[in-house]
Structures are given as structure tokens and as C-alpha cells.
């Protein structure tokens, strides 16, 4: 029996769970609908009205946004972190490290990634973001997931530094 992993096999995935992804949507999409209805109902001076209608707008957006992103599963290969669209997160020889801390800079329920080189800024709300040589995974998504993604990523490395 042979334990070679063979390439675009899917050894992980972190998905947002039906229940975490809707109650965070739900959630953006509530205060966006509060703030849009105080707005109009409450007249305050034009400036603060204003100020709550792009306000509330903007959670609107960032809730559809999420509803978008959190459609999308990480999946871990031997090749490194991709979205199930194929988009590549972060090739394998590019991670320098992972970050599972409680003081660690991550998402909720999730971990972070050094990268030896930068990559461009992307954020999916609820599932992942990138900015420089950081990678955070996680915010709606379950934690046992992303522990198991974690841990299976940092058994890679190592497997990669010994060859």
C-alpha cells in the first residue's frame, strides 16, 4: 500500500455550514435594514440621516457579499489552499508557516498563513482574506473544519521540508 497523495486530490475543506452562514447574512442584512429604516423614521439632522443611509447600505452590500462568498468551499490539495471555483489561495511552496494561535491575528473560528512572498488583496467576507503575506481562513465556517484543514496543512510542510 502505497501513501503518495496524487495531484488536485482533495484532502480537506472548510465550508460555511447552512446554519453559520445564514445567521451571519442575516445578521449584516438586519443592522443594514435597522439603520435604513431609522434613517427614514426618526428625522434626524440631514447629515446624520445621510450618514445612517450609506451606513446601512453598505451592510446591505457586505451582506450580499457574504451570501456570494460563503457559496464557495476552501479545499486543501497537495497543491496548497483553492476555492472550489479553482482559484488558487496559496500554493503549498508558498506557505511559510501556519498561525493557529489564540493571540494569532485570524478569523473566527479559523487560522492565518505566513506566505514567503506577498500576493495581492482579496477578501471573501465569512470565508477568507489575503493582504500581503498574510492568509486568514475562517469566519463563518465551523471550527472543527478549519482545525482539521490546520493541522493536515502543517503535516504537508513538514512533509515537504523532509524531501
Known amino acids: ?6 495531484p488536485g486530490e482533495v484532502l480537506a ?23 435604513i429604516y431609522f434613517a427614514f423614521t426618526t428625522a434626524p439632522a440631514f447629515g446624520w440621516q445621510l450618514f445612517l443611509i ?3 447600505a453598505g451592510a446591505l452590500v457586505l451582506a450580499d457579499a457574504t451570501r456570494r462568498a460563503t457559496e ?13 471555483t ?30 514567503k512572498t506577498p500576493r ?14 498574510r492568509v486568514g481562513i475562517g469566519g463563518v465556517t465551523p471550527g472543527s473544519h478549519s482545525k482539521t484543514m490546520a493541522q493536515m496543512l502543517e503535516a504537508l510542510l513538514v512533509q515537504n521540508a523532509a524531501n
Open 1 to 6: 500500500m502505497t501513501d503518495e497523495l496524487k
Open 13 to 35: 475543506i472548510v465550508a460555511a455550514s447552512g446554519p453559520r452562514r445564514w445567521m451571519g447574512v442575516g445578521a449584516m442584512g438586519t443592522l443594514g435594514a435597522i439603520l
Open 54 to 56: 450609506v451606513i446601512g
Open 72 to 84: 464557495n468551499v476552501i479545499q486543501l490539495t497537495p497543491e496548497g489552499l483553492q476555492l472550489s
Open 86 to 115: 479553482g482559484e488558487v489561495i496559496a500554493a503549498l511552496d508558498q506557505i511559510e508557516l501556519v498561525r493557529r494561535g489564540m493571540f494569532d491575528m485570524k478569523p473566527s473560528n479559523g487560522f492565518a498563513l505566513k506566505l
Open 120 to 133: 495581492t488583496r482579496r477578501w471573501q467576507p465569512g470565508l477568507w482574506w489575503a493582504f500581503g503575506r
